[in-house]
Structures are given as structure tokens and as C-alpha cells.
């Protein structure tokens, strides 16, 4: 199993930027494709950007692509999701997620980090 810890989120004004890193311990990390999710109060979880075990192909939802960069660092068991020009309705609870390599769905979640953009 795969534990899993974002950190990184805050407050922040519109237009601005943040930097969420999700930390991996247990097995080994690249044995993992690894996701971005977020879920706002009142709505469905949404899927963010997704990025395979080793960083060469990354993976954007529409309302993401071009302002969102997910990248990962292996040897520090570290995901990174850069995130710029925030919107207001970008507030939302970010979770990371890993997948083994190979298999189908996202099995291990953090805890999710706290992310408020206001105008």
C-alpha cells in the first residue's frame, strides 16, 4: 500500500498561483500512476490532470488544460501540482490519488488540502 499526503493549500487571490505536493511513503513510488482530483461543497469529485509512473505522459481535464502542470519527482515519492491563474470557482478540497501501474482504479487517497481563491 501507498500512504498519501497533500500539503500546499491556502487562500489566494484570483489570478494568483499555488503549489499542492502530495507525499508517498509505503511501497515504491513508481509503481504508481498518480492523479489530481478536487471536490467543491455541493458538487461531484472532478478529475484534475493524471500523470504515468514515470512523469512521461501527463493527462488534463478541459477546465484545467494550459493553467494546471502536474509533475512528479521520484526519487523524492513527491507529486506537484502547479496550479496558476486561479478563478474563484477553483475553490475547492484537492486530494491526490495513486493507482498501481497496470490496474484500473485510483485505490489510495489522501486527505485532501484546502484550496480558496477569492476575488
Known amino acids: 500500500q501507498v500512504q498519501l499526503v497533500e500539503s500546499g493549500g491556502g487562500l489566494v487571490q484570483a489570478g494568483g498561483s499555488l503549489r499542492l505536493s502530495c507525499a508517498a511513503s509505503g511501497r515504491s513510488f513508481s509503481n504508481y500512476r498518480m492523479g489530481w482530483f478536487r471536490q467543491a461543497p455541493g458538487k461531484e469529485r472532478e478529475f484534475l490532470a493524471a500523470?504515468?509512473?514515470?512523469?512521461?505522459?501527463?493527462y488534463y481535464a478541459d477546465s484545467v488544460k494550459g493553467r494546471f502542470t502536474i509533475s512528479r519527482d521520484n526519487a523524492k515519492n513527491t507529486m506537484y501540482l502547479q496550479m496558476n491563474s486561479l478563478k474563484p470557482e477553483d475553490t475547492a478540497v484537492y486530494y491526490c490519488?495513486?493507482?498501481?501501474?497496470?490496474?484500473?482504479?485510483?485505490?489510495?487517497w489522501g486527505q485532501g488540502t484546502q484550496v480558496t481563491v477569492f476575488s
Open positions: 500523470i504515468n509512473w514515470n512523469g512521461g505522459n501527463m
Open positions: 490519488a495513486a493507482a498501481v501501474v497496470g490496474g484500473g482504479t485510483y485505490s489510495f
